[in-house]
């Protein structure tokens, strides 16, 4: 017993004493630094490695084969190792403002860089982020502003027949007033959660700073979790599972769109909402956008701003498995429901896309449609792809143009 107790402290005192070293020894390692030009150079301790690299979408893009089509994946560049073993990697030129994410690979082995506390999950990958400042870097960084409120909730569906986790951002100063607020549901794409757009999205920052700026009308936005076959985000369920794109622990009860209505339910029965279409929007980017199509047809008189970010309007995920003669079937039902849409009216139908996208063919396909049968919306197309940032600036593009 007295050995044990004497093992214990001993490996408690290594541990303390390796802490200690961490947190006072050596030499502070800063990675990422960005210098006032905004080159940025990044560092890795790592005097016993034989090679690494650094991948991040502040790199040039690579292609990449998929079942979907081909992706633009982040670059990969090589580190230099200085004479204390210390690599080294400067971006050769200045990086113009924005939110970027990066990872180490050390041997083969993507790891984080240990500098950087500034962690993000994307689906099942965890890496560092930092942002250059400026446009629209700023918008998407904690400024010295009056701050809303992030919640994470617990929902009844009935419809699920479960209990389901939601995210929902209430503007500054709601707890202090009897206001009653419009509101944005904002929707995910297949590998996020109930977390993405608050994490990887920056909702709470880019709509904290549009309010203060005086370009956005204060809102609640609600942003829940598009996966019928999952309850809430990884760590935050009692079914064990990796996030995957699309995957889940278990079969879906009901789709998404035949769910939502218990969202609404809960949002307007326990938030101060304004409960009319005047006041609803609804967006998602990818199968998001596709959920947000879907949604917004099958309930034609309930949003009056509808926002569709990289993802096919006439399309929803179901369609996507059925054989071509199935899908001219549905391309051609749904067309109908998006007539009954048009001659109930709606504010605002906004699609957004970059021109390298793996789903832009979809949404081109789809607008020739939407042309045919005369219905009215706006398109905006930018450059680059399926990545989170062109998704940031279509939200900070659209949340201006709601609830006007």
């Not at 609404?264 to 009319?276: C, G, L, M, T, W």
């Not at 309930?302 to 369609?319: E, K, L």
């Not at 498995?321 to 139908?349: C, H, P, T």
């Not at 396909?365 to 045919?372: A, I, T, Y």
Request: hydrophobic letters at 40%; one cysteine or more.
């Amino acid at each position: 017993m007295r050995k044990t107790l004497t093992l214990v402290l001993a490996l408690l005192f290594c541990n303390i004493t390796f802490a200690q070293q961490a947190l006072w020894g050596g030499e502070a390692i800063v990675s990422p630094e960005i210098h006032e030009n905004n080159t940025v150079t990044f560092r890795l301790n790592a005097p016993n490695a034989q090679k690494v690299e650094i991948t991040g979408d502040f790199l040039p893009t690579q292609k990449m084969e998929a079942p979907m089509g081909e992706f633009d994946v982040p670059g990969v560049a090589s580190l230099v190792k200085n004479d204390k073993g210390v690599w080294e990697y400067t971006t050769a030129a200045p990086l113009v403002s924005e939110l970027y994410s990066y990872s180490f690979i050390v041997d083969g082995i993507r790891v984080n860089d240990p500098a950087n506390v500034n962690m993000i999950r994307d689906v099942a990958t965890i890496t560092n982020v930092f942002i250059i400042p400026g446009n629209p870097g700023d918008l998407y960084s904690v400024n010295d502003v009056k701050h809303g409120t992030v919640a994470r909730r617990w929902y009844d569906s009935p419809t699920l027949e479960e209990q389901r986790r939601i995210t929902i951002y209430t503007p500054p100063a709601y707890e202090d007033n009897n206001q009653s607020y419009p509101v944005l549901y904002l929707l995910h794409g297949s590998g996020g959660d109930e977390e993405a757009w608050i994490s990887l999205g920056r909702t709470a920052q880019i709509i904290d700073n549009l309010i203060a700026q005086g370009k956005a009308e204060p809102m609640i936005i609600v942003m829940p979790n598009g996966h019928t076959q999952n309850t809430a985000a990884p760590t935050e369920t009692n079914r064990a599972y990796n996030p995957a794109m699309g995957g889940g622990p278990r079969k879906a009860v009901a789709s998404m769109e035949d769910s939502f209505g218990d969202i609404i339910a809960f949002v307007e029965s326990n938030y101060r909402v304004i409960k009319d279409k005047e006041h609803r929007a609804i967006a998602g980017l990818s199968m998001g956008g596709m959920h947000s199509s879907a949604i917004s047809a099958q309930y034609p008189n309930m949003f009056n701003y509808v926002g569709i970010f990289s993802a096919p309007p006439i399309a929803t995920m179901r369609m996507m498995a059925e054989s071509d003669s199935e899908r001219a079937k549905y391309i051609e039902e749904f067309a109908e429901k998006l007539k009954v849409q048009q001659n109930n009216g709606f504010a605002l139908y906004w699609i957004a896309c970059g021109d390298t996208d793996f789903l832009y063919q979809g949404v081109i396909d789809s607008m020739k449609k939407m042309d045919e049968i005369g219905f009215n919306y706006t398109y905006r197309e930018s450059g680059e792809g399926h990545i989170w940032k062109n998704w940031r600036i279509y939200l900070s593009e659209f949340i201006p143009m709601l609830f006007k």
